[in-house]
């Protein structure tokens, strides 16, 4: 008896959790989905979350970091079918600026070509970054990044320092720089979607560094482009349990996963 009674307590819990993230879903235009790189715990719920979107009818885009803004033509043609994965990467030069392996993220980006759903390349370019490192932040002016830029916090600074403590040899001022621009860059990214795409929600998939909450990083940024959006951050350890009894939508007989090659849309 006591079995069943938590059982129950459990998944009223649950149930709860589930109905809140629906709302969060429904109520925000913004949705983060901050992950480690290389946790495949993290890819996994990012594909739940694009699953479940899709199944209730949401229109959206999915933005990734992990594509540098030049290469966004690739994305279309591989979204559109008319390029393999294999092409997609090697247009993006994904090996050589992102270099994660690419099996973290081939069902969420299958998942995109099966639906027809677009991937924004939003990060900014590597030759851009060099540049910062070579000139520094305040003598860049480039259509990726918003002008002014929006300078780092006292917080954020802090925060990089703890960062640091494992870098000693990195150079404080550039590495700071770096950052900001990756986090101006990403988040003038996002802003311009939001223009472009009114009636989307932008799902945007990054590091967990780029949106570790909502006073830094991107969220902070794009909250000061854009003062009007809702965004939200939801954090795959706050809820991964929200599926335990659900229909799981990372898995259906047209998987990602799948052998067989995505369908798109005519």
């Known amino acids: ?25 429904n109520n925000h235009q913004v949705i983060f989905l ?41 994305l279309d043609l591989y979204v559109s079918c008319q390029i393999s994965e294999e092409e997609m990467l090697r247009r993006t030069d994904y090996r050589r600026r992102w270099g994660f392996d690419p099996s973290l993220y081939r069902d969420i980006w299958s998942f995109a070509k099966e639906k027809g759903i677009r991937i924004v390349a939003i990060n900014i370019s590597s030759e851009l970054l060099q540049k910062v490192r070579e000139e520094g932040l305040e ?25 640091l403590k494992n870098h000693p040899r990195v150079d404080e001022k550039r590495f700071f720089e770096v950052q900001n621009a990756w986090d101006n860059g990403m988040a003038l990214a996002i802003a311009r979607l939001l223009d472009k795409y009114p009636d989307h929600k932008i799902l ?43 229909m799981d939508f990372s898995k259906d007989s047209s ?5 067989r090659e995505p369908n798109c849309r005519p």
């Open 1 to 25: 008896m006591k079995i069943l009674f938590l059982f129950f307590v459990l998944f009223i819990s649950i149930t709860k959790a589930q109905e809140n993230l629906e709302n969060l879903l």
């Open 34 to 74: 901050p992950e480690e790189h290389t946790s495949r715990e993290d890819h996994q719920f990012q594909l739940r979350i694009l699953r479940l979107l899709n199944s209730k009818n949401h229109k959206f885009i999915i933005a990734m970091e992990m594509f540098q803004q030049p290469f966004q033509d690739a």
């Open 139 to 163: 003598r860049v002016r480039n259509e990726s990044l918003p002008y002014p830029v929006i300078p780092q916090t006292e917080k954020e600074m802090r925060d990089l320092r703890e960062v």
């Open 204 to 246: 945007v998939l990054v590091g967990r560094g780029h949106a570790k909450d909502y006073e830094s990083g991107i969220p902070r940024r794009l909250g000061i482009l854009k003062p009007e959006v809702s965004m939200t951050i939801l954090r795959r350890e706050e809820f991964q349990s929200t599926f335990l009894f659900s």
């Open 255 to 259: 998987s990602a996963s799948s052998m």
